[in-house]
């Protein structure tokens, strides 16, 4: 194994741990253990407990762009674009081949400093990206007028909470999940011709 492909294999380790335990719960043990090195080895590897958990974002943010991103930019209708990157992005984590990007979920308030502005700087980029999307959608009269901003955090909060709830031994399937998610958000639950909630 190379030296890059060890390392790439140490941020997979403990990225699982701080998965099962949390970055407070995971000891540097724990994480060395995985590895399957001693204290000394990993630290060998990484600058600080506080630092592995910055390359873990990096690299989660790093395989997201690749399996979300990269595949659905390209996507001419802003509609299906949109589609894709949900479908997409929630079997991503439903189907566990990132832990790195459930960690960015997970621990999204405990990297500070430096680099926790570097990973919200990436984050707020997907942001854009999904406002754009449904700007164009809208420009295009392919969906109705809303404000981009909140149909953008509606997408993202749907999405991301899956981690928290979807169990891969349940009675729903990731494609499910996804397929209804999808409906939900482009096709709506209230039956046309149905009185709208008044506000206040």
Avoid at 147 to 172: C, E, H, I, N, Q
């Amino acid at each position: 194994m190379t030296g890059p492909e060890r390392h790439q294999a140490i941020l997979e380790s403990a990225a699982r741990v701080i998965c099962a335990k949390g970055y407070d719960g995971a000891t540097i043990q724990e994480i060395a253990d995985a590895c399957g090195l001693t204290k000394a080895g990993l630290y060998h590897h990484i600058q600080s407990k506080e630092n592995l958990l910055a390359e873990i974002m990096f690299y989660g943010m790093d395989l997201f762009e690749a399996e979300v991103l990269a595949h659905v930019e390209g996507i001419e209708d802003p509609v299906l674009r949109l589609m894709a990157c949900m479908d997409r992005n929630i079997k991503m984590v439903t189907r566990g081949k990132c832990k790195e990007v459930t960690v960015i979920l997970h621990e999204h308030a405990t990297l500070t400093g430096d680099a926790g502005k570097r990973i919200n700087a990436r984050k707020k980029k997907y942001v854009t990206f999904l406002e754009r999307g449904f700007e164009e959608a809208i420009a295009r009269g392919r969906i109705r007028p809303v404000s981009p901003t909140v149909a953008a955090y509606s997408f993202l909060g749907m999405v991301l909470w899956t981690y928290k709830w979807f169990r891969p031994d349940g009675k729903l399937s990731d494609e499910r999940v996804a397929a209804d998610m999808i409906d939900l958000l482009f096709t709506g639950l209230v039956v046309q011709g149905s009185s709208k909630v008044e506000t206040r």
